[in-house]
């Protein structure tokens, strides 16, 4: 019976943002035994993915409320559902694993759980961010990288992006914590990660985070700049978080290097390029690249791979000699993200096969 629950649980978390693949291994059941019992399976698949009172969720399923309620706040509590509170009104939903289950053990993540993930990245979840294809998260540029006189789309401006957010919630990269728990770790900065709006709350409620104004937000994001992480907000032109990414634990920077072409399947709107005669091969550029798109050629001079450049800007913002900058893409290369989390969820849908 539980090996049934949590394959069905699998299948059901598989439908959802980037999915929850199957393995040879079986290492995904591994780890929903490790986050679920069995009776929380259940309740899992019998949830709504929008937002219910506890009084909807017994009412369906046929149980007294007072038991789901102190069960599914529960579950809340452990990342296991979202919660939305709303004066005395609390509504509950169920998840995917990304961004979901995974990002909210941040506060509880140990190194067993971190060895499971570890495995279940390298069998079966890198490959589902590539199926992705930009749906998730995007790249957009370091702010320092673009030409000042540049008139820069709002959603792709990481400042005005904070700048409109009415709350702003930081917590530790999850990806960062799960490495260095199974001590792979790199030296980035960790509190790194930002959250808006409702998503924001949760992280807060749960201890998972702390609120922060403009100014400190604005500082964290220029110190993980300036350490060479790439700034990657959900696809959404209102994204609900913000993350700052390496290319040593960050999943989907890590799935886009196993990509020949990361230009192909990430969503975002610049290209680096080089000015040759500018260029005094330092290298400077080489170290910063998180996606090995830059390399010395025969003359001792750097050359950009462009089917692998995603346009972060890191490159340009620490070139001493001037020789690189971004370009902005055109015509049908430029891309609007989605207005919504909704429309964003559809596309993602979409790219993988789930919807027609």
């Not at 007072?66 to 919660?83: V, Y």
């Not at 030296?187 to 992280?203: I, N, V």
């Not at 409620?205 to 400190?216: C, L, Q, S, W």
């Not at 990430?266 to 400077?284: H, K, R």
């Amino acid at each position: 019976m539980a090996a049934d629950i949590f394959k069905q649980l699998r299948e059901q978390l598989n439908f959802l943002s980037i999915g929850f693949p199957e393995t040879a291994t079986g290492i995904e059941i591994k780890i929903l035994k490790e986050l679920f019992t069995e009776d929380e399976a259940i309740l899992f698949l019998s949830m709504s993915h929008g937002l219910e009172k506890p009084e909807s969720i017994a009412q369906r399923i046929n149980r007294p409320l007072s038991e789901i309620a102190d069960q599914i706040e529960n579950m809340a509590r452990r990342g296991l559902l979202f919660r939305v509170k709303k004066g005395d009104t609390v509504r509950y939903a169920a998840i995917p694993f990304v961004h979901g289950l995974f990002e909210f053990q941040v506060s509880r993540l140990d190194r067993n759980l971190s060895q499971l993930l570890e495995e279940y990245f390298q069998d079966g979840f890198l490959n589902a961010f590539n199926k992705s294809r930009g749906t998730f998260l995007r790249t957009i540029p370091v702010q320092k990288s673009l030409d000042a006189i540049r008139n820069v789309a709002a959603f792709d401006d990481a400042i005005e992006i904070l700048k409109k957010m009415k709350q702003i919630v930081v917590t530790d990269c999850i990806c960062r914590k799960q490495k260095g728990l199974i001590d792979q770790s790199c030296d980035k900065p960790l509190e790194t990660c930002f959250m808006f709006g409702a998503m924001g709350q949760y992280y807060l409620d749960n201890r998972m985070g702390r609120k922060i104004d403009i100014d400190e937000a604005i500082q964290i994001l220029s110190d993980a700049q300036a350490a060479g992480l790439v700034t990657q907000p959900a696809t959404t032109q209102n994204p609900g978080g913000m993350c700052n990414c390496c290319g040593d634990c960050c999943g989907v920077l890590r799935a886009l290097n196993q990509h020949p072409r990361p230009s192909e399947i990430v969503f975002s709107n610049y290209t680096a390029q080089i000015d040759p005669e500018s260029c005094v091969g330092c290298q400077t550029c080489i170290d910063r690249c998180q996606m090995n798109a830059l390399a010395m050629n025969d003359r001792e001079l750097a050359e950009i791979n462009p089917d692998r450049c995603i346009g972060c800007g890191l490159c340009v913002t620490t070139c001493p000699s001037g020789a690189l900058s971004l370009k902005q893409k055109t015509g049908d290369q430029f891309r609007v993200p989605p207005a919504t989390g909704a429309e964003q969820m559809a596309a993602m849908a979409k790219e993988r096969g789930m919807l027609s």
